[in-house]
């Protein structure tokens, strides 16, 4: 993988994995949520989210991204995942799996 960081690793590499495995990639019911500090909301511009998956709740910078089909079997999915994002734990106030509101099944 290239020392890619952002929206685009993260979907190419749990999209590499899972075809890797004849799997679908994504889990249709979950979600992570990232809530990053204030201070750290600019730093996400760079890293190429888009405006579906970057909110504003409670007055900070809140992120959802998919998660793979597999994310429960998966050591240290939540960190993976960081590390692929380019996020780092610093920025974060929360980070947590969410029901997926997505109505694009």
């Known amino acids: 993988m290239l020392n890619e960081k952002g929206f685009k690793a993260y979907k190419q590499y749990w999209e590499d994995q899972a075809s890797f495995m004849n799997k679908a990639p994504w889990n249709k019911d979950k979600v992570l949520k990232l809530t990053l500090t204030t201070d750290y909301g600019n730093n996400l511009k760079e890293l190429q989210f888009s405006t579906h998956s970057l909110k504003e709740e409670n007055g900070k910078p809140t ?43």
């Open 63 to 105: 992120l959802r991204v998919k998660v793979p089909y597999n994310y429960l079997e998966l050591d240290d999915f939540k960190l993976k995942s960081l590390e692929l994002l380019g996020i780092n734990e610093n920025w974060l106030t929360d980070i947590c799996l969410d029901n997926s509101h997505c109505s694009h099944r």
